[in-house]
């Protein structure tokens, strides 16, 4: 109990409580009334931090609940079989996933091979932009409401996509359209660009102990 609170009821405590509750929620209300713009968002998750694809799924089952239409581009994890693309793919009505990539530089060590895959990742998330594009236009295209790019952040981190023009077509969206890039280094251009930024920052991660990526926790 708080010291102010001492020699009060339970009941006196409560009620101030309560006062004090119904206050916040007027304030936030007042705030919530000026908050009427609707559109399509620009995210970014980024950082060195794990859990910046795990949040982008995240977003993708909740658009998922709520009927909409989600299209995934991977840009890197080619070869990982991942318990999200297993899931997700049980729902062909409402996703459309697309892996495009050959696996992360390192193990791949072909920067040619890694360019052409990155590009022809990108083609693929410009052809599902502008089939958005069409449908809203009243074309036959399907829209989609969400749109993962997923460790897009990774090949622009490496120069293999041309930053200004990404930035332009994602800009340019349909306007109802959200779209969500991941993956660490995110370029400036991009973070300038994005309407909500989030940044995941490690403090602490088994790898570092000798713990390998587990089933279920990191694929």
């Known amino acids: 109990m708080k010291i102010k609170d001492q020699g009060l009821s339970e009941a006196e405590i409560n009620a101030r409580a309560n006062e004090k509750a119904k206050k916040r929620k007027e304030v936030r209300d007042r705030i919530l009334a000026t908050k009427t713009i609707e559109k399509g968002l620009l995210i970014v ?74 590009k022809a990742a990108w083609d693929e998330a410009q052809r599902m932009i502008e089939a958005c594009r069409s449908a809203g236009d009243g074309g036959s295209g399907p829209a989609l409401d969400l749109l993962v790019l997923d460790e897009l952040n990774i090949v622009l981190r490496y120069d293999y996509l041309d930053i200004a023009e990404v930035v332009r077509v994602l800009q340019n969206r349909p306007p109802m359209l959200h779209i969500v890039v991941t993956g660490r280094n995110a370029k400036p251009e991009l973070i300038e660009a994005a309407d909500l930024v989030t940044e995941m920052t490690e403090i602490k991660h088994p790898f570092q102990a000798g713990v390998k990526a587990q089933k279920g926790i990191e694929f």
Do not use: C, Y
Request: hydrophobic letters at 40%.
């Open 45 to 118: 998750h980024t950082g060195k931090g794990k859990g910046k694809s795990t949040a982008a799924f995240g977003l993708a089952v909740r658009a998922l609940g709520n009927g909409m239409k989600v299209g995934i581009v991977q840009f890197v994890k080619g070869k990982w079989a991942t318990g999200e693309r297993v899931v997700l793919e049980k729902f062909p009505e409402q996703v459309t996933i697309r892996t495009m990539g050959e696996g992360f530089t390192w193990e791949t060590q072909d920067r040619a091979r890694d360019i052409r895959a990155a």
